[in-house]
């Protein structure tokens, strides 16, 4: 079973939460890899973006105040790079894929991009967000993630995540 999930919805409805919940469910059962994308904060307020590898904790920045490449974030090319190498380890050497989130920002950086396209495209499950108004060309499973749904989506994933990694060959 080929199972390629992303999660959208509202900022803030928790498809993070959802996501990181479902690694904490199965840790031990399966070994996650790919990209977390969480924001920074200093003094309370949003102040960019970094990229974490979720298999080695590495991370440098996405993003972060001070250009208009993406509104009010200058983009930085070597998350690319991070980016592109946590989707190719997590491919070799993980079970499950996770891309959090693949957004405007993610795909204006062009190996990142690469990377998404890549995960999405495998034969590896795949978990992770996507922002609300991004369309991709790869064929994947939207769940929209609401208030009413999101308390069920966890147990939900993990019996999809141990079907598909029950019938791998």
Sequence with gaps: MKLKTLLTGRPGVGKTTVILNVVQTM????KFGGFLTPEVREKGRRVGFRI?????GESVWLAREGGNSVGRYSLFQDAGELGLFAVRRALREADVLVLDEVGPMELKVPKLREAIVEALSSTMPVIGAVHRNVQLDVKYERIVVT?????SLTSLLVARLREALGSRS
């Design 52 to 56: 974490v590898d979720v298999l080695t």
């Design 27 to 30: 840790r031990g059962e399966a």
């Design 147 to 151: 208030e009413n749904n999101r308390a």
